[in-house]
């Protein structure tokens, strides 16, 4: 009787606690990935890969990043890929969201508990529709899945057959729109880098995916950019910005290079360099060999890949909205403005110093990861700093060294993986009470600075 009080006690907290619930819930999704693959009837061989493996792939899958030790395609049966694939989708839409269906279907009401945890899940602040929210999102991202399956079914099908070519375009297309950057292809996209189709698809996907849903369900609801929310242009414009300036980026600093793209028609350049341009902010899907980049390229992809997409999305990295409220703040302490003002709206103090707060934090993560990489490996610092990013951004780019790395970093990864899916911010809460504000106010002091 006194356990049973213990554990109902401690079930109660975590509810109470919906940044803990998260965490928790991740922390159960990739543990419980782990020991499944790390049996050897989902190989290929019969052999077992290994827990730390095991565990860095599912990791991989729940946190929706694409680093891989072995080849999806090669190494995985078809059950292997299945339970994959069944780990990308509950990372990418949420734990949360899927553990809520139940009740849905049952037709019972989800109680405050479990909307405060869809809340916290899908970043908004009211209670007001988020059960709305939820049947949106679970029929949004199944409908566009299908939608994006069908249209590669036609490309794979004729090329795979029936079952096999089926099969590749709803593992692509679930990735892609979950900003996964899996593939059971063998080679990612890039066999087919010539075939517009496949591309076009697999980067709206993941544009989609990466935007966030509140902000896809405003486009469909309102259908015109002046009448949507702050959050939803400041989300549409740097993401825009941003695809063009990585694109351009990528074109200018490979155009030359015979590693990548430099034997390539202008035509099949401008794809790869929009391609990548998409999937480095997101996704881990490649349609050029990453391991001949240059070194500036190299560093503009880490860039890109530290913002990341969008909050409330498939996506992890910093956020774009994070970017764009430390870009605004530091114009407007440039000109001496007393308020950070976007589309006519002041932003809030409060959020400025939550985006510092996830900057520092992100940075301190990545840089202490990659210093550890540097002391157990013996590989270019580049190459390190590319793939802590990738990992903590949960991107799944990589220069071809994940599969050589030691045990110990591959454990560093996993924790990256897992702290950048479920946010740093998140975890910071979680630890801490949330709510704690101090009886005290200090003297105000000038410090200087610059």
Known sequence: MFKDNIIVKTYNKVKLNPPLAILIGFFILIMTGGLLLNLGSFTRSGESIGFINALFTSASASCVTGLTVVNTASYW?????????????IGG???????????????????????????????VSSYSGI????KYILLFSFSVESIGALILATRFVPRYGIFKGLWYSIFQSVSAFCNAGFDNLGDSIYPFRYDPIVNVVIMALIVIGGLGFLVSQEILRKKSFKKLSVHSKLVLLISAVLILLGALGFFVLEYSNKNTIATESIATKIGQSFFQSVNTRTSGFYSAQFAGLRDATSFLLILLMFIGGSPGSTAGGLKTTTLGVLVLSSFSAIKGENETVVFNRSIHQQTIRKALALVMVSLLLIISVSFILTIVEEMPFIDFLFETVSAYATVGLSKGITSYLSTMSKVFLTITMY???????????????????SRLRYPDVDIAIG
């Open 77 to 89: 049966n078809l059950t292997g890929q299945i339970i994959i694939l069944c780990l990308i989708q």
């Open 93 to 123: 839409i949420g734990i949360m969201s899927l553990a809520t269906i139940f009740p849905l279907i049952l037709g019972k009401k989800i109680d405050l508990k479990n909307r405060q945890l869809l809340r916290e899940q899908f970043s």
């Open 131 to 134: 059960v709305r929210l939820l």
């Open 419 to 437: 702290l950048g899916r479920v946010g740093p911010l998140t975890l910071g809460y979680a630890i801490s009470n949330r709510h704690r504000q």
